[in-house]
């Protein structure tokens, strides 16, 4: 059986496009920013940020994995990485000796509020100054869109206002 493949429109294509460039260029910018200012990659000031979010400054490896996008072989090694530095610290999860649970140190707690307000800046360089707040608003509406087809189970779909992250 063959099916036909509903090819582009020229519109639809400068936009397919101009989306795969901004998702190359973005992480590699971010990355750089952040092995500047904090010698850390973007996926590790994900990890500790995640961290810092979480009630005690702790979650189970692997709901951290979850909210990273990670395998549990790549977090492993990230965490480790992070361990090394002083940063985070795994130890048993008290309610299931079979999971880890990974804290976030105050050291690690110390980086990402350093952190922070060049990330920001970064982010706003690049995207929300860029953008009118009708646009930002009309982003938001867009990512969310391919959100529920790429994240259906919500892991990575920030909340709207008023929703609690989950």
């Given at each position: 059986?063959?099916?036909?493949?509903?090819?582009?429109?020229?519109?639809?294509?400068?936009?397919?496009?101009?989306?795969?460039?901004?998702?190359?260029?973005?992480?590699?910018?971010?990355?750089?920013?952040?092995?500047?200012?904090?010698?850390?990659?973007?996926?590790?000031?994900?990890?500790?940020?995640?961290?810092?979010?979480?009630?005690?400054?702790?979650?189970?490896?692997?709901?951290?994995?979850?909210?990273?996008?990670?395998?549990?072989?790549?977090?492993?090694?990230?965490?480790?990485?992070?361990?090394?530095?002083?940063?985070?610290?795994?130890?048993?999860?008290?309610?299931?000796?079979?999971?880890?649970?990974?804290?976030?140190?105050p050291a690690g707690w110390d980086l990402v509020v350093a952190s922070a307000p060049?990330?920001?800046?970064?982010?706003?360089?690049?995207?929300?100054?860029?953008?009118?707040?009708?646009?930002?608003?009309?982003?938001?509406?867009?990512?969310?869109?391919?959100?529920?087809?790429?994240?259906?189970?919500?892991?990575?779909?920030?909340?709207?206002?008023?929703?609690?992250?989950?």
């Amino acid at each position: 059986m063959t099916t036909s493949t509903p090819w582009l429109s020229p519109a639809e294509l400068r936009a397919w496009l101009g989306l795969v460039a901004v998702a190359e260029l973005l992480p590699a910018q971010l990355d750089s920013q952040l092995q500047r200012d904090a010698t850390l990659t973007h996926f590790e000031y994900q990890v500790l940020a995640m961290l810092s979010e979480a009630p005690d400054h702790v979650l189970r490896m692997s709901a951290l994995a979850q909210r990273t996008n990670a395998t549990l072989p790549r977090l492993s090694h990230v965490v480790k990485r992070l361990e090394d530095r002083g940063l985070v610290r795994r130890a048993p999860c008290a309610d299931d000796r079979r999971a880890t649970n990974a804290h976030l140190t105050p050291a690690g707690w110390d980086l990402v509020v350093a952190s922070a307000p060049g990330h920001v800046r970064t982010a706003r360089e690049l995207v929300v100054d860029a953008l009118t707040p009708a646009q930002v608003a009309e982003l938001e509406t867009i990512t969310r869109a391919m959100l529920g087809r790429l994240d259906p189970e919500g892991r990575l779909t920030p909340p709207l206002d008023g929703d609690t992250p989950g």
